[in-house]
């Protein structure tokens, strides 16, 4: 070529250009893999304390790319063995156990504790503050019949109170024990509204006591049985295909590293001026042993390391003297050509290299297929224009915008990165990933370009299903608690108004009681469908837990927001057949309008909650946001929810076989 400026021959050029390019692509490609997803224990990842450790990973480790997805304790461990997660972050260890003891899950290994504590009110009416056995002040609270809200049945959190309940040789069936079916936050948010008792850890504490005001504190705390150990268990490929199981390992020595046991020990002591973890990797029994092993390995392979050393200097120095004679030149000439052609015929990737002065490029075999252009020669002219109509039409212009910035010297040193779809087709169309290093004169202007593409279809599917998991509830697929809050929060505008209902299935406890959780979960996935045929965009149906749903309902006035909710009403009417039971539940929906009933999200969602309280107390179905309500749902209301909820739902409850 006439602009070339060595006496390389144009194959010689070619197969350099590609080797650099096969050495970038090799440090690319570390940061296009498969995302790292940490399933985690919702409890420890409010804290933030696992958004900081991400991202001092991802600081050590600027290829690496982790996702954190939030579930229950028992959850995590569901999560990995359905094939949605890589590492589990959870607290629960008779249940991590298990989850080792069935395959799915090796290199448990101890992180972190934390304390959980017994919670009541600030007064502390029944002089908790004193105890120092927590077993003992369980039984207090039964004596008392003191309200007390537990979490859902799959936290961690009520997995433990079971256990001291069990060591207190309670049965914590009295009325205003409340199974809330909800999350340990929750719970604790009922406590501080209706002055109650409540069990959670201190972190899940300290990251609500500004929103709880001071109306709930630890009261019983600081006792080995209050120990609350987080566990990071890597996911068994073998047990479940697709698992990313290196990169797990490789976020779990960094777990179990000096710098982040420091950064877990140092967290919080700002923010909540306390010390949310304590850091607990040194006191694992198999870390220990794995560490030992790896110190004696690494002695018996110095003294090999030496021996190599020797045999690479003098292999070295055959090499330099093998490469000196000249009538070697040829055949190794003719050795990288072949190499070449093999490597790029055996990747997956297509491989092109740009000249640009001639502009005129090499497409491989495999990159003319991507690109739908098979049966061509190997050089074209006119790539520019050969790439543009190969891409969608939506993209085609933004990819031409990046590439003209990179080659006009933005990013100098660079890669250049940009994704784009291929056209329609029978199998399109599909996401590629485009890479390229230029090579540059004197001046700093473009004269080569070599990269590759690579097909990220699945890689793309994989994070949409990623994203839909973190926005969605697992068991019903409507919009999850934290997509609500983020649509709630966009409609907060000076012009804006809008309604959000909150419905509580009346009877659903009876049923789950008598018919088991399977069965519950039949009926609440029921539920779901029904709200989702019947109540159409722009409203938005969510599940925020157990047998709770909430709307929302744009641009709302208060008859309209009550006409969604007798239609919410309407669909509960039928019954629900699940062979070979025929179930009726009704619901109590109560109603916040935004401005009028708060203007924060967290305002909103209580006064909802709070009117569905007051509409199941007083059997109406549907209830507005009152204050005067709100003063009546105290303390002593909880301990009457049990009669009113059985004595006067909407609908009652109740199952019969299917005829």
Not at 137 to 161: E, I, M, V, Y
Not at 474 to 487: F, K, M
């Amino acid at each position: 070529m006439q602009n070339d400026v060595t006496a390389v021959p144009r194959r010689g050029r070619l197969w350099l250009a590609v080797v650099g390019l096969l050495l970038v692509a090799g440090r690319a490609d570390a940061q296009t893999g498969p995302p790292l997803r940490i399933a985690v224990a919702q409890t420890a990842l409010d804290t933030g304390l696992f958004g900081a450790l991400a991202a001092d990973y991802r600081e050590m480790s600027p290829q690496a790319h982790v996702i954190l997805l939030p579930f229950g304790s028992l959850a995590t461990l569901d999560a990995a063995r359905s094939g949605n997660a890589d590492l589990v972050i959870t607290h629960h260890a008779p249940s991590e156990e298990q989850f080792v003891r069935e395959g799915y899950g090796v290199l448990r290994t101890l992180v972190m504790y934390n304390e959980f504590a017994v919670f009541g009110p600030s007064d502390d009416p029944l002089r908790l503050r004193g105890e120092r056995d927590p077993v003992a002040a369980l039984r207090r609270l039964a004596r008392a019949g003191a309200p007390f809200f537990a979490p859902d049945n799959r936290s961690g959190t009520q997995r433990k109170l079971e256990e001291l309940w069990e060591l207190a040789g309670v049965r914590p069936d009295w009325i205003g024990y409340e199974r809330t079916f909800a999350s340990p936050q929750a719970a604790l948010r009922y406590a501080d509204l209706f002055g109650g008792y409540t069990f959670a850890d201190l972190a899940t504490y300290l990251v609500l006591r500004e929103e709880l005001g001071g109306g709930v504190i630890p009261l019983v705390r600081d006792h080995v049985l209050l120990r609350n150990y987080y566990s990071a268990i890597v996911v068994n490929r073998e047990r479940v295909p697709g698992a990313h199981q290196e990169a797990a390992q490789a976020f779990l020595d960094y777990l179990v590293s000096d710098r982040a046991q420091e950064l877990i020990r140092r967290y919080g002591q700002d923010r909540y001026q306390a010390q949310i973890f304590n850091p607990a990797a040194s006191t694992d029994a198999g870390l220990v042993a794995r560490r030992r092993a790896e110190r004696e390995s690494e002695s018996r392979t110095f003294a090999g390391m030496a021996a190599l050393s020797a045999a690479l200097v003098l292999l070295a120095g055959i090499a330099v003297l093998l490469f000196l004679r000249a009538h070697r030149l040829e055949r190794t000439r003719r050795a990288s050509e072949e190499r070449f052609r093999r490597a790029v015929e055996g990747t997956e990737d297509g491989v092109w290299d740009w000249d640009l002065a001639a502009d005129r490029a090499f497409l491989s075999p495999r990159l003319r297929q991507m690109l739908g252009r098979g049966g061509e020669d190997d050089f074209v002219r006119g790539p520019r224009q050969v790439f543009g109509e190969a891409m969608h039409p939506d993209d085609r212009f933004r990819v031409e915008e990046q590439l003209d910035r990179y080659l006009a010297g933005a990013g100098e040193g660079e890669l250049f990165l940009a994704e784009f779809r291929t056209l329609p087709g029978p199998d399109a169309p599909r996401w590629m990933l485009m890479r390229g290093k230029a090579t540059r004169d004197e001046a700093g202007r473009a004269v080569r370009v070599s990269g590759s593409v690579t097909d990220i279809t699945e890689r793309k599917r994989q994070e949409a299903v990623i994203a839909h998991l973190a926005t969605h509830d697992t068991l019903t697929g409507l919009p999850n608690r934290a997509l609500l809050h983020e649509r709630l929060a966009a409609l907060q505008t000076p012009a804006g108004r809008f309604a959000l209902l909150i419905l509580d299935l009346d009877g659903f406890k009876e049923i789950n009681d008598g018919l088991g959780h399977h069965v519950g979960d039949l009926l609440l996935q029921q539920v779901g469908q029904r709200l989702r045929e019947r109540i159409l965009p722009p409203h938005t149906v969510a599940r925020l837990g157990g047998d709770e749903f909430a709307v929302l309902v744009p641009l709302a006035d208060t008859a309209s927001a009550e006409r969604v909710a007798r239609e919410v009403l309407l669909t509960l009417e039928d019954d629900f057949l699940i062979h070979p039971h025929k179930l009726r539940v009704g619901g109590s929906l109560g109603i916040a309008m935004y401005p009028e009933h708060g203007t924060t999200t967290e305002t909103i969602v209580r006064h909802a909650d709070v009117a569905m309280y007051n509409a199941k107390r007083s059997g109406r179905g549907v209830a507005f946001y009152d204050p005067d309500g709100e003063r009546a749902c105290n303390a002593a209301c909880v301990r009457r929810r049990r009669g009113y909820l059985g004595a006067a739902p909407a609908v009652p409850g109740g199952w019969a076989p299917v005829a």
